[in-house]
């Protein structure tokens, strides 16, 4: 059976409660409820991490080697300059797609480029929480070969 990790990096523990005008009003536990109930749908495992904490996150993508079959990540604000996950989820090399909640091409110059997405299979930007759910269902089927 496949086993995907989902990643969420800072401020996500915060959905629901920050800028409910870009991120919506669904909690960080919402959203993995769905995600979860897509999961049994597709009849694949799924196990959630979130860390305020960069390091914490490049250590939670080098354990899912071995482990996971893909990753599904919100780097967060970590998207625009955190080398250290680029090269953890570059290390690893499992299949993993990117996501954000908002569109970040459509926001802040900062914010439109990612150092993550080079080394993804895709990214998913704008579309609220169902992002997450697009993200599982073209991460199972990338990895089923469909």
């Known amino acids: ?28 536990e919402q959203i993995n409820a ?14 959630f991490y979130q860390s305020n904490i960069e390091g914490e996150l490049v250590t939670k993508i080098q354990q899912a080697l071995h482990v996971y079959s893909g990753i599904i990540i919100n780097p967060g604000a970590y998207s625009h300059y955190s080398i250290a ?19 970040i091409y459509a926001r802040e110059g ?11 299979t895709g990214q998913i930007s704008g ?6 759910i697009l993200a599982l269902r073209g991460a199972v089927d990338y990895l089923r070969g469909v």
Not at 37 to 45: C, D, F, G, T, Y
Not at 110 to 120: D, M, Q, T
């Open 110 to 120: 900062f914010r439109h480029n990612s150092v993550i997405a080079p080394v993804c």
């Open 85 to 103: 996950i680029r090269d953890a989820l570059e290390a690893v090399q499992l299949p993993c797609i990117e996501v954000h909640m908002s569109n």
């Open 1 to 28: 059976m496949l086993k995907l990790l989902v990643i969420n990096g800072p401020n996500l523990n915060m959905l629901g409660v920050r800028k409910k005008e870009i991120y919506g009003t669904m909690s960080l």
């Open 127 to 132: 579309l609220g929480h169902i992002g997450y």
């Open 34 to 47: 769905e995600i979860s109930r897509e999961a049994v749908n597709l009849s694949v495992e799924v196990d």
